[in-house]
């Protein structure tokens, strides 16, 4: 899938009524998110802040009698192609016992079989639709939206009993282990239990019961958030979060420690890691904890500045530590600073995706106009205000 910023929502009952010609019997939605503050520090049991945007992954189902058990129908508007002059979904037919095929269906199978796995049975035939206004590659969770929001759908269809908190590791296990991504929990967690014009400040030191705390985004001012125009692939290849995974994991294990987030800015002076490379990438982790305290405190302080400040240091040691951004990126968040943005960072896995800036209200419209006359292959995905 490539980044499409243009998908609004459509009726997704209707839309399934169209295509299947019953109706559906359950309709589940979850929302992107972006992080505020706190990158690659999940997978280190660290600490981040993030919180929801307003576009969601539609799911409506039903039970399908005519297929197997284990086997799902399923159409969506990811893949759309000209019916005599409409717009029509793709549909495809996929058993959960199948290989991945390197498309999005993958997501689909992936969480039908963390369902299966919950039920430790099979899953009778299901019918699907799905839509999405989550632009893909744009760094806002599209993947994790798809994950939750098919695993709410299937959990109200058939009445299973399951958790907020059990989705969010449902989802993230779908992730690392059919896609193979090993991605941290922050994304399915904050879209499974967050709310709108929340952040969650989320801390990861235990990895089984992670804590956390909302706190309401500030007033009077906006966090925009821009999709450079460049999409990550993060799950394909290497693409880079791979390799930053493990060389964390390498870290802990010279340093002989479980893992970075325990250590704190002062064992920076002391450590014994040699090489340069690592010795960068548990710098960033370690600091931008920190950030994520200071900058969650600013946020129930109101504190504009000190969060702005964060949001900057963070943006520079993401570039220059974990070397997680992309040079187009860092000069969108230049840019952005130069035309009235008080904080502008790089947002989700990074090389490439999108950027989250932090602007006084009534300096946004100049904002936008300047960074959409500038970078024409920008978008503006996003505007965060607090009503
Ligand atoms: C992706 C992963 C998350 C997290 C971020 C970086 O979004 O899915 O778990 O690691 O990158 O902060």
């Known amino acids: 899938m490539s980044a499409d910023t243009k998908k609004s929502n459509i009726d997704i009952e209707h839309a399934f009524n169209t295509q299947y010609g019953y109706k559906a019997q359950s309709i589940a939605s979850a929302h992107a998110r972006v992080n505020l503050i706190g990158e690659h520090t999940d997978y280190n049991n660290g600490l981040v802040l993030p919180t929801l945007l307003p576009l969601t992954t539609n799911v409506a189902a039903a039970i399908h009698s005519s297929v197997p058990e284990d086997t ?4 969506s508007t990811f893949e759309e192609q000209e019916d005599s002059g409409r717009a029509v979904g793709t549909t495809h037919t996929l058993s959960l016992l199948e290989k991945k095929r390197g498309m999005w269906t ?22 699907l639709y799905i839509h999405s206004s989550i632009p893909a590659g744009a760094g806002i969770s599209s993947s994790a939206a798809l994950e939750v929001a098919l695993i709410r759908v299937v959990k109200t269809l058939l009445s299973i009993e399951i958790g907020d908190m059990t989705i969010a590791t449902m989802a ?9 991504l090993p991605c941290g929990l922050m994304d399915q967690m904050v879209i499974s239990l967050a709310f709108e014009n929340h952040a969650l400040c989320i801390n990861f030191y235990d990895q089984k019961q992670p804590s956390y705390e909302p706190a309401p985004l500030f007033k009077n001012h906006v966090f925009l958030v821009v999709f450079s125009g460049i999409s990550h692939r993060l799950a394909e290849g290497d693409g880079g979060y791979k390799t930053r995974f493990a060389q964390c ?10 893992s970075l987030s325990q250590l704190s800015v002062q064992d920076l002076q002391s450590h014994t890691l040699q090489d340069t490379i690592l010795c960068k990438r548990v710098e960033h982790v370690v600091q931008e904890n920190k950030r994520v305290r200071d900058a969650y405190a600013a946020l129930i302080d109101g504190d504009i500045q000190v969060f702005a400040e964060c949001m900057n240091t963070s943006h520079i040691s993401q570039r220059d530590l974990y070397q997680c951004s992309i040079p187009e990126i860092d000069i969108l968040c230049e840019e952005s600073l130069a ?11 990074g090389f490439g995706g999108a950027i989250v800036l932090l602007v006084h209200e009534h300096k946004k419209e100049k904002l936008r106009n300047a960074i959409l006359a500038q970078h ?4 503006i995905l996003a505007e965060l205000t607090v009503p």
Not at 172 to 180: D, L, S, V
Not at 249 to 258: M, Y
Not at 339 to 349: D, E, F, P, Q, Y
């Open 72 to 75: 799902v129908v399923v159409c």
């Open 376 to 379: 024409k292959e920008a978008r």
């Open 172 to 180: 993230q296990r779908a992730e690392n282990e059919y896609i193979g």
């Open 106 to 127: 993958d997501y689909v199978i992936a969480s039908l079989r963390e369902v299966k796995k919950h039920i430790r049975g099979p899953l009778p035939g299901l019918a």
């Open 339 to 349: 035309h009235g943005a008080l904080g502008a960072r790089i947002t989700g896995g």
């Open 249 to 258: 994991q390498e870290a802990c294990k010279q340093l002989h420690i479980a």
